[in-house]
């Protein structure tokens, strides 16, 4: 008798978790469903106009900060494989170059000339200062380039380039393409602030 209740109790205990792991599993799979059939961010994981940004061409139009810029030239780089743009916009009051890399994820900047007298070192020192800000040498090198549109360069050459970094999103630029150096001050940009409106054909 004590042995017919013993088996009844751990007939009973093996039914109740037999019971409990198939709830458990019941449980999972509607919640898989539910979740696969929930709306989602299609922008989530990405800030869904990587592609447009990388394609820019002249005559796209950007909208940023409430303003229409318009692409009227472009220099596309190479650094032995390693691959960006710089885009020269306008809009009806300012220009501004506007670069687009992948660097581990699109990276995108704005910038805007300065005269390099206003600048305090030289390309390649290890620190330079503008408008009382300091930059730090993040790297330097020698690019392969070619212009569309109107850039101000020749249609293709080489170029030389010195980049720093301050604080914050703050960037400073040298670059050469012929006997003086060119100077930009920037900033970072979160690419997903940036509407890229693409010209037709």
């Known amino acids: 008798m004590e042995l017919l209740i013993l088996l009844l109790l751990v007939g009973a205990g093996v039914a109740a978790v037999v019971a409990y792991v198939r709830r458990r599993r019941t449980e999972a799979a509607e919640q898989r469903r539910t979740e696969a ?3 989602r961010d299609p922008f989530a994981e990405g800030h ?10 002249v005559s796209d139009v950007i909208g940023y ?14 650094d032995g494989g390693y691959t960006w743009a710089e885009h ?15 660097d581990e994820g699109i990276s995108v900047a704005l910038w805007q000339r300065v005269p390099p007298g206003e600048v305090d ?5 290890p620190r330079v200062t503008h408008a009382q800000v300091d930059y730090q040498l993040h790297e330097e090198g020698q690019a392969q380039f ?5 850039t101000g360069t020749a249609t293709s050459g080489s170029s030389r380039y010195v980049d720093y970094h301050g604080p914050g999103d703050q ?31």
């Open 171 to 201: 960037r400073l630029s040298f670059e050469r393409f012929g006997e003086q150096w060119e100077v930009s001050v920037g900033h970072s940009v979160l690419p997903r602030s940036l509407d890229v409106f693409p010209r037709s054909g």
């Open 65 to 78: 900060e409430a303003r229409d810029w318009v692409v009227r030239g472009t220099l596309r780089f190479d």
């Open 88 to 102: 020269l916009i306008s809009d009806a009051r300012d220009q501004r170059w506007l670069s687009v890399e992948d």
């Open 48 to 57: 869904g106009n990587e592609d447009l940004l990388y394609g820019l061409k």
């Open 146 to 150: 070619r212009a569309e549109g109107t």
């Open 121 to 125: 070192g030289q390309p390649g020192d």
């Open 37 to 39: 059939a929930a709306p």
